[in-house]
């Protein structure tokens, strides 16, 4: 079992900065591939960002690529979601998911574990 505890959300105007964290309380964190998934409401789930856990490959939703970064520290059991140049549409709950995979994820049905979600609102 793994538990997922994001950390770091709240209320930022446009074009402002936040960083996400998520801790996973587990011994063999290095065996899973952690993701990035957001919800807005009357929405989907979408993904947003994946990093695997050996080489570190990241992927990237086109909508965030270039202002988002998606990085994990292994020693600490912790992955982060640096999220800059935010926009309106980037408001939704946040969740950071695990799975057990060497390779970059972007479908949500292949991750297994999931936090409790975080909201993020960024303000016109």
């Known amino acids: 079992q793994v538990q997922l505890v994001e950390s770091g959300g709240g209320l930022v105007q446009a074009g402002g900065s936040l960083r996400l964290s998520c801790a996973a309380s587990?011994?063999?964190?290095?065996?899973?591939?952690m993701g990035w998934f957001r919800q807005a409401p009357g929405k989907e789930r979408e993904f947003v960002a994946t990093i695997t856990w050996n080489l570190g490959t990241t992927t990237y939703a086109d909508s965030v690529k270039g202002r988002f970064t998606i990085s994990r520290d292994n020693a600490k059991n912790t992955v982060d979601l640096q999220m800059n140049s935010l926009k309106p549409e980037d408001t939704a709950v946040y969740y950071c998911?695990?799975?057990?995979?060497?390779?970059?994820?972007?479908?949500?049905?292949?991750?297994?574990?999931w936090g409790q979600g975080i909201q993020v609102t960024v303000s016109s």
């Open positions: 998911a695990a799975a057990l995979s060497l390779s970059p994820l972007t479908n949500s049905k292949s991750f297994g574990y």
């Open positions: 587990t011994h063999t964190f290095r065996q899973y591939t």
